[in-house]
Nanobody
Framework: QLVESGGGWVQPGASLRLSCTAS????????MAWFRQSPGKDREFIAA?????????DYADSLKGRFTISRDSAKNTMDLEIVKVYPEDAAVYYC???????????????????WGPGTQVTVSS
């Protein structure tokens, strides 16, 4: 089971940290990712990492530089840090995990087996 937290209201230009907590099994050896979805839009890939501490983290080209993911093996969590939040960052943010190990970051949402319910981020001054 995956559960996201940390969403809420944030002002433009501020920073925000979201967290995804996994329970039931360790996710350290499995690919995980963050996605987001705004009303009327498709689910958008943000970042993915094949396993905890893998330096080969993949970020969406349009979001690279402002978004950073990190995983904590002891806590079985994955965080997403967003700096300089823009109004267009408003969305429901989801974390996802695969049940098959792999050495590549995966951008396709369809290839993830478990999803959290999402956490809403609202951007407003």
């Amino acid at each position: 089971q995956l559960v996201e937290s940390g969403g809420g209201w944030v002002q433009p230009g501020a920073s925000l940290r979201l967290s995804c907590t996994a329970s039931g099994r360790s996710t350290n050896a499995y690919p995980m990712a963050w996605f987001r979805q705004s009303p009327g839009k498709d689910r958008e890939f943000i970042a993915a990492q094949p396993y905890t501490d893998d330096p080969m983290t993949d970020y969406a080209d349009s979001l690279k530089g402002r978004f950073t993911i990190s995983r904590d093996s002891a806590k079985n969590t994955m965080d997403l840090e967003i700096v300089k939040v823009y109004p267009e960052d408003a969305a429901v943010y989801y974390c996802a995990a695969r049940t098959q190990k792999g050495s590549f970051a995966i951008r396709s949402a369809a290839r993830y087996d478990y999803w959290g319910p999402g956490t809403q981020v609202t951007v407003s001054s």
